[in-house]
């Protein structure tokens, strides 16, 4: 097969998958994606086989660079009676500056989804594409609560026609909030935190293994450019629970109002090293566009987010929400290879969610990260 000829196939997949997504009208992807082919054709089964799924929301109050997370998950859902000791409901508050982390495991039969829409309880507690609510406590009682409202300013196709391939990855990523703002309050043990069309992002996770390693760089507040946001995610998953035969990013830009897509699975090239603590990425995609990206933040502002897979390992996530983040878009001139590259935007944040996870990091730690040179690609 030709370059072109692989090209127009992967467009015609790509309206092909776009179209059922739209007839199944709202936004599917956010809503419940465990054992859906079978609850739709109402056929009675049921996927007893390993799976993680979760909503993640983050918030950054920008008068002060107070940064919040808040995670509503469930791992095996299917295991309502407990036998799998990973399967779990699970509700998790964070506090970047007091660097507090408050989570709660229930049992999988008190987790309730929707597949018609972002619609999750765990008891009392909600999650919506709107609204978020929520009360845990943790060992010693102290509390941390929330009501906070969301409007969507921007969702992001990361894996493109990827998404609509069952199985096809370990893992799925789809930024179903970009870039949003959140209104409302957080009580963090007594302390009323209020929000006020704060820049904030939802993001949503589901599948059935972890990669070997994963990297996340997000932002929607950038100096001198209100509206622009950028989501950047990735690692090194296996392809239908093989062989890990890729590892890479995927990018997406909003910018002056146009979107910017960079998919390994689009055939757009990419760099990708994580090296003394700097997240890098460069990606040049079909459409004559270049991205570089440039994150970093000092290890003191990263906090541990361990977490146990269905088959009961346990990843280490690193994180922070207020990194620095550095991003350069180029737009060719001329015929490749002779062309040149003309600068589009430059860009800076002092705001970004920035995060790497691994298995290994149980071995080598965050000191590896910035001590030593860790080379992704």
């Known amino acids: 097969m030709s370059i072109n000829s692989g090209l127009r196939l992967l467009a015609a997949l790509t309206l092909v998958f776009s179209v059922t997504a739209a007839a199944a009208g709202g936004d599917p992807y956010n809503s419940f994606q465990w054992n859906r082919a079978n609850a739709l054709a109402k056929n009675g089964k049921t996927d007893r086989r390993p799976w993680y799924e979760w909503w993640y929301y983050k918030v950054v109050q920008p008068e002060t660079e107070r940064a919040f997370f808040f995670v509503y998950g469930v791992v095996n859902p299917w295991d309502l009676t407990g036998r799998n000791p990973a399967s779990r409901a699970h509700l998790s508050f964070g506090d970047f500056g007091s660097r507090r982390i408050v989570e709660e495991s229930r049992p999988a039969a008190d987790f309730h989804a929707s597949y018609d829409e972002p619609d999750v309880r765990i008891g009392e507690n909600l ?10 406590a943790d060992s010693s009682g102290a509390i941390a609560a929330w009501d906070l409202s969301l409007e969507t300013e921007w969702s992001f196709n990361a894996m493109g ?38 820049p904030a992002y939802q993001d949503r996770n589901w599948g059935r293994a972890f990669p070997k390693w994963w990297a996340w760089i997000v ?40 979107e910017y897509s960079f998919r390994p699975n689009d055939a757009d090239r990419f760099k990708v090293n994580v090296r003394f603590g700097v997240w ?11 991205i570089e990206i440039s994150a970093y933040a000092p290890k003191e502002k990263f906090m541990l987010l361990p977490f146990m897979t269905p088959q009961g390992r346990v990843y280490r996530d690193y994180e922070t929400l207020t990194g620095d983040l550095w991003v350069k878009l180029y737009k060719r001139e001329g015929v ?35 001590a030593g040179e860790l080379r992704l690609q």
């Open 127 to 136: 999650a919506t594409a709107g609204r978020i609510v929520g009360r845990l």
């Open 161 to 198: 026609w990827g998404m609509s391939v069952p199985g096809l990855l370990d893992i799925f990523w789809y930024p179903a909030q970009a870039s949003a703002r959140m209104s409302g309050w957080i009580d963090e043990n007594g302390e009323r935190i209020e929000l006020r069309d704060a």
């Open 219 to 258: 932002s929607n507040r950038f100096k001198n450019s209100p509206g622009t946001a950028l989501v950047a995610g990735g690692g090194k998953p296996r392809l239908f629970g093989q062989v890990a035969v890729y590892e890479g990013m995927t990018v997406g830009l909003k910018y002056g109002g146009k």
């Open 280 to 290: 890098e990425v460069t990606a040049v995609n079909l459409e004559g566009y270049k």
């Open 336 to 370: 490749w290879p002779a062309g040149k590259w003309k600068p589009v935007a430059a860009l800076e944040s002092r705001e970004a969610g920035i995060e790497f996870g691994s298995y290994d990091a149980n071995d080598v730690g965050l000191e590896a990260v910035f």
